[in-house]
């Protein structure tokens, strides 16, 4: 396939927000996402959708979450968020990020391929294992810095190493990634790929006509 043909020219809002359908809360965006899918399809929707399954940070998160889920009008319907079991037996984020929140503590131990989902009624919740496989309702979560930065997704291609290259890193998300090219004054783009989660720092501001032709990886500049 032409690589112009599966350029994704994309840019991201400015503005400071979030940008509809997303809903604004402290420094992250939510969306509900009301096509129920198995866990890991959910998390790469959301994944498309510049984000991830949602990931609880603390007991405020948490509450807010769960009254976003609610407002949905959809309560009693159980709801993917981001947790899900490891083979030891353990619970991960699926975007890696640290285990904070200090119910995790007091959630049971997960049995092998199962995610955790947010059901109850309303002011009435729960926490509980459902097999990842389920197809369920999802809930979508994005930094808001990354939101209202001026970033473009310049196309999918290979491993793009025709610029200077700062640093690879092993990166929760494309967020991160995008956080972290943010942060370094020389980084002008960066590479992303999804399955590994591995992000390329990259000193130049590519074109469309720098990438190579492939897949897997997704470049973006500013």
Not at 155 to 182: F, M, Y
């Amino acid at each position: 396939m032409a690589l112009s043909g599966i350029w994704l020219l994309l840019a991201i809002s400015p503005i400071w927000g979030c940008p509809p359908p997303w809903h604004v809360e402290g420094p992250h965006c939510y969306m509900y996402m009301t096509n129920p899918r198995d866990w890991t399809t959910a998390d790469d929707n959301c994944f498309d959708e510049g984000g991830h399954l949602v990931s609880i940070d603390d007991d405020q998160e948490e509450s807010y979450v769960t009254s976003f889920r609610d407002a949905q009008g959809v309560v009693g319907n159980p709801v993917w968020v981001g947790l899900k079991a490891t083979a030891d037996g353990s619970w991960m984020w699926g975007d890696y990020t640290p285990l904070l929140w200090s119910r995790i503590g007091l959630l049971a131990t997960p049995p092998p391929d199962h995610c955790l989902a947010l059901s109850g009624q309303v002011g009435v919740h729960s926490w509980e294992p459902v097999p990842c496989v389920m197809p369920l309702d999802y809930l979508c979560e994005v930094d808001i810095g990354f939101v209202t930065r001026h970033w473009h997704r310049m196309g999918k291609d290979q491993k793009n190493r025709l610029g200077p290259v700062l640093e690879e890193v092993t990166s929760p998300s494309r967020i991160r990634c995008a956080s972290s090219c943010a942060v370094v004054a020389t980084c002008q783009s960066f590479s992303f790929e999804q399955s590994s989660r591995s992000c390329v720092l990259l000193s130049t501001s590519l074109t469309p006509s720098d990438l190579q032709d492939g897949l897997g990886w997704e470049t973006w500049t500013k």
